[in-house]
């Protein structure tokens, strides 16, 4: 019923007050997305609580991401010789070749939602793996299009732990993922600049000094070791300063705007065992870390030895044993050689 009041003698009708009908059509998709976003968007099954759903082999587990009875979330390989630390997870990232064969970026992150700290290592691709069963033993070969578990595995024999997660990306999806978030700022600490010819697929001119890079610029960046005094351990540096800067680009409220949009661009070039969802949660605990002073960051400590003709980087044992315990061991324990296996 349309309410009057007398205006000079005058009845007008009040118009109906909307207000209450306009904050409800407001609130329900919130409330409906925040509903989606608790029943969907949690974190997997915390690794420092194994089920009864692994079984131990040695220092590995036979079985990794089972899926646990209450709700399939993947479950980690925990390893039997030490408790785990709460609250810490650990992730494989690859980066494959332009023939998707290798993985010439190879890192291991360490994250702590507890204290808000993360923890990155590089592993130079010319690694020498001692479990490997192929006649070039180095680290970026493990996959050569086959299971990441291969690689998982290898891993595990050099830093004394499985990762609990892995995440493999392509050439094409890194290029399309810094374009969909509009490039990155990014602070070269060396000159970048080469032209094609041998071992240099391509032109590149970016002097030392702050850049915007659009996607191809990125990866060339990513790519780049010509000219690097220790070529591949320099460029695992430069990758992990770029790792951080796309991370900070992707934690900003305008790429977050974008999560759709990201959605398509992840699920069409990223493989993991760990579905959008679970990466979204896993990026919103990461959004807690201060990235420029809460970030422990190093290379995989390695000698150069020729192997039968072959140059390979061969773990330091003391030396690793140190940046592992400093950075990613996810265990209450130490790492010691026991735990390594350096050839």
């Known amino acids: 019923m349309k309410l009057k009041t007398s205006v000079g003698g005058r009845a007008e009708e009040r118009p109906r007050r909307r207000w209450p009908l306009v904050l409800l059509v407001i609130l329900i998709p919130i409330a409906i997305v925040l509903y989606f976003w608790y029943t969907t968007a949690r974190l997997p ?20 991401n089972a899926s646990n009875q209450e709700g399939g979330d993947p479950i ?42 993360l923890g990155l290592i590089s592993i130079p691709r010319d ?18 299009k086959q299971d990441m578990n291969i690689v998982l595995d290898e891993v595990a024999v050099l830093i004394g732990f499985r990762p609990d997660y892995w995440v493999l ?23 970048i600049i080469a032209k094609t010819g041998m071992h240099q697929p391509y032109n590149v001119n970016l002097p030392k000094g702050m850049h915007h890079l659009n996607g191809e610029d990125a990866l060339k960046v990513a790519r780049f070791r010509k000219n690097y005094a220790q070529q591949d351990l320099t460029r695992a540096s430069v990758q992990q300063g770029l ?25 069409k070039n990223v493989q993991s065992d760990l ?9 919103t605990e990461l959004a807690q870390v201060n990235l420029d002073t809460a970030v422990t960051a190093g290379v995989l400590p390695t000698k150069s030895k020729d192997i039968k003709g072959g140059a ?16 990613v061991n996810p265990h209450i324990a130490p790492l010691t050689k026991d735990n390594i296996t350096a050839n």
Do not use: H
């Not at 690694?127 to 050569?144: D, E, L, Q």
């Not at 800067?245 to 305008?254: D, G, H, N, S």
């Open 169 to 191: 990306v392509d050439y094409d999806g890194f290029v399309e993922l810094i374009d969909e978030i509009g490039g990155v700022d990014y602070e070269l600490p060396y000159d």
């Open 45 to 64: 099954t915390a690794p420092w609580k194994p089920t009864g759903a692994l079984v131990a082999n040695g220092n590995q587990q036979t079985q990794n």
């Open 127 to 144: 690694t020498y793996s001692p479990s490997a069963k192929r006649s070039v033993k180095k680290i970026n070969g493990a996959y050569n």
């Open 243 to 267: 790792l951080k800067a796309v991370a900070k680009k992707m934690l900003t409220p305008a790429s977050l705007a974008k999560i759709p949009q990201l959605k398509d661009v992840v699920t």
């Open 76 to 117: 980690p390989a925990a390893q039997d010789w030490g408790d785990r630390k709460e609250g810490v997870y650990t992730f494989l990232i690859c980066g494959t070749d332009e023939d998707k064969t290798r993985t010439d970026t190879i890192m291991v992150a360490s994250l702590d939602i507890k204290n808000d700290t």
């Open 275 to 283: 579905t959008w969802w679970y990466m979204v949660n896993f990026a």
């Open 312 to 327: 390979y980087q061969i773990l330091d044992e003391e030396a690793a044993l140190q940046m592992l315990n400093d950075t």
